[in-house]
């Protein structure tokens, strides 16, 4: 006879379902081979293990070193090539170069910024007005004889009324990164040198850029350069302040422009 009261002898008893965890994952990103090695490879540039001008094996000794295939060995040789980390030379004596990132790669990525968030023309206002005070400052501070005659020959041109409008606007960039190289501060340079293209885009306006402001740019630039040679950080800021505050009243005033259109890069 079954024991009908026994629960664990009862034919119709069930086990009771396991408790099931309320855990959550987050998903996994595993990095894909090529970004590995780029990584190895960009540590080491950085780091200065690798010093600018070393050849990096050939491809086939990276393949055989990492145990990586040929594709990936080339795409990430292709990630440092963006990234300004190496510089890909072809031919017989060719392959993988170390360099290290210059001006010029900051200058692309502002550019892709400026270009891919549509920038407003106002905020390069603003930024210039920001920055550039304190570059005319640190200059008075740091500045050599050779940063001042890059000054006086770019400020030669803007004074040359038989310039033209692209030699004035070409100038006008030039005499305003040649202020920030004065700093000797790198970072201060190379941002400056990464909104140059912008800054010309920003003042290419010939029904703005007549002789008047000519005349007025260059008198604002030698007042500016005057304060710079004799080490009067005060009035450098002073004068710089003045100058970009009023140029950028000036062209707003006329310019309808609500975005910075700055060229691609080759």
Same mark, same amino acid.
């Given at each position: 006879m079954v024991d009908r009261s026994n629960p664990v002898t009862s034919p119709s008893a069930t086990p009771s379902a396991p408790r099931r965890s309320l855990l959550k994952l987050a998903p996994i990103d595993v990095p894909?081979?090529?970004?590995?090695?780029?990584?190895?490879?960009? +540590?080491?540039i950085l780091?200065? +293990?690798l010093t600018e001008g070393t050849a990096l094996p050939p491809e086939r000794d990276l393949v055989t070193q990492t145990r990586m295939s040929?594709?990936?060995?080339?795409?990430?040789?292709? *990630?440092l090539q963006v990234q300004g980390l190496v510089r890909i030379r072809a031919g017989r004596n060719g392959g993988a170069f170390v360099q290290r990132p210059g001006q010029e790669s900051v200058a692309s990525s502002v550019g892709l910024l400026i270009r891919g968030h549509r920038i407003e023309f106002a905020a390069l206002l603003e930024t210039r007005e920001a920055i550039e005070p304190v570059c005319a400052q640190l200059a008075a501070r740091h500045r050599t004889d050779e940063d001042l005659?890059?000054?006086?020959?770019? =400020?030669?041109?803007?004074?040359? /009324?038989?310039?033209?409008?692209?030699?004035?606007?070409?100038? =006008?960039?030039?005499?305003h990164v040649a202020v920030a190289t004065a700093t000797h501060n790198q970072l201060i340079a190379a941002?400056?040198? %990464?909104?140059?293209r %912008?800054?010309?885009?920003?003042? +290419?306006? +010939?029904?703005?850029?007549?002789?008047?402001?000519?005349?007025?740019?260059?008198?604002?630039?030698?007042? *500016?350069?005057?304060?710079?040679?004799?080490?009067? /950080?005060?009035?450098?800021?002073?004068?710089? =302040?003045?100058?970009?505050?009023?140029? %950028?009243?000036?062209?707003? %005033?006329?310019?309808?422009?609500?975005? *910075? *259109?700055? /060229?691609?890069?080759?």
């Open positions: 894909r081979a090529p970004d590995l090695l780029a990584e190895q490879l960009r +540590e080491r780091s200065g +293990e040929r594709t990936t060995v080339r795409e990430a040789l292709r *990630i005659a890059v000054l006086a020959s770019a =400020n030669a041109v803007i004074a040359d /009324p038989g310039s033209s409008l692209a030699d004035f606007l070409q100038a =006008n960039v030039d005499w941002f400056m040198m %990464a909104l140059s %912008a800054i010309y885009a920003s003042t +290419e306006n +010939e029904a703005f850029v007549d002789a008047d402001v000519r005349r007025v740019t260059a008198r604002a630039h030698r007042s *500016i350069g005057e304060a710079i040679i004799k080490r009067d /950080p005060a009035a450098a800021v002073r004068r710089m =302040n003045r100058h970009i505050h009023s140029y %950028a009243k000036a062209v707003v %005033a006329v310019d309808k422009r609500t975005e *910075i *259109i700055v /060229p691609g890069q080759d």
